[in-house]
C-alpha cells in the first residue's frame, strides 16, 4: 500500500517535470495522509496539462461521510480495472500524483520500522492515480486514489506493496482520458526498477500525520 508521502520540490521544478502550463500554488509538505488535500495531475481537453488540489481517498456513491474515502485512498492494480469501486475513474479518470518520495513501514517480530523510499537521480516521482466525483450535500467532492502493485527487488525487504511509479516517457498515454485501451493501460501498472529508487529508515515521528517537518526524511539506525 501507500499510506505516507511527501511533495517538497520547489513549484517550478514540479511544473518542469510535468509539464505544467503554471507552477501549482502548493508548500512543501513531508507527511502527506489520506483524508487531505493532494497535489495531482491530469489531462483537460481545454487546456492541456493541469494540476489541481483533490481530497486523497475516493468515495463510493453510497458513500454518506468523507471520511469512508479514507479507506479507498489505495487501488490494488491487479483488480483496478474491473473493481465496482474503481473500474470506472480507471477506464476515464485518470491522474498523476507528484511526489518527492514516499514512506513504508517494515514489520520485525511485531513492530514497525518506517522506511523513505525516494528516486535515486531525479527529484520526483510521478504515482499512478485515478479520479472520482463524490455529491456531498454542500458541493462535489474531487477525489483521487494511488494505485499500487507488488515489490520491486528492493521494496520486498521493506513491504509486500508499492505505489505504481510510472516512467515520465508513459504520462501522456496515462493521461490521455481518450485512452481507454484497459489491456494497454495495465500493462504500465507494474513495479518501478529497483535501480531507479533508494531507501533508508526513519524516525517513528512519521507515524503521526501532524508531524510534517525536513526532519522526517533524515536517515536513522533502524529501531527493530
Not at 511544473?15 to 495522509?33: Q, S, T, V, W
Not at 479514507?70 to 479518470?93: C, I, Y
Not at 490521455?176 to 526498477?193: M, V
Amino acid at each position: 500500500m501507500c499510506g505516507r508521502y511527501s511533495l517538497h520540490a520547489h513549484p517550478e521544478v514540479i511544473a518542469l517535470y510535468f509539464k505544467l502550463g503554471l507552477p501549482p500554488a502548493i508548500k512543501a509538505r513531508y507527511n502527506i495522509a489520506p483524508g487531505t488535500q493532494v497535489l495531482i495531475v491530469r489531462q483537460d481537453q481545454e487546456h492541456g496539462r493541469i494540476a489541481d488540489l483533490y481530497r486523497w481517498g475516493l468515495m463510493p456513491g453510497w458513500a454518506k461521510d468523507p471520511a469512508t474515502g479514507n479507506k479507498l485512498s489505495n487501488a490494488r492494480g491487479e483488480t483496478v480495472a474491473e473493481k465496482p469501486s474503481f473500474r470506472n475513474a480507471f477506464k476515464r479518470s485518470r491522474c498523476l500524483i507528484p511526489a518527492s518520495g514516499f514512506y513504508e513501514w517494515q514489520s520485525v517480530r511485531g513492530r514497525k520500522q518506517p522506511y523513505y523510499i525516494y528516486p535515486k537521480d531525479r527529484e520526483l516521482f510521478g504515482l499512478a492515480g485515478i479520479t472520482g466525483l463524490w455529491q456531498d450535500p454542500d458541493g462535489p467532492v474531487h477525489a483521487c486514489a494511488i494505485i499500487t502493485t507488488g515489490p520491486n527487488d528492493l521494496m520486498k525487504n521493506i513491504h509486500d506493496r508499492m505505489p505504481v511509479i510510472l516512467r515520465p516517457e508513459d504520462y501522456s498515454t496515462w493521461l490521455d482520458p481518450n485512452n481507454q485501451a484497459t489491456a494497454e493501460l495495465k500493462q504500465l501498472l507494474k513495479p518501478c526498477p529497483a535501480a531507479a529508487m533508494a531507501a533508508h529508515p526513519v524516525s517513528p515521528r512519521v507515524n503521526t500525520a501532524k508531524h510534517d517537518d525536513p526532519v522526517l526524511l533524515e536517515p536513522i539506525e533502524s529501531t527493530v
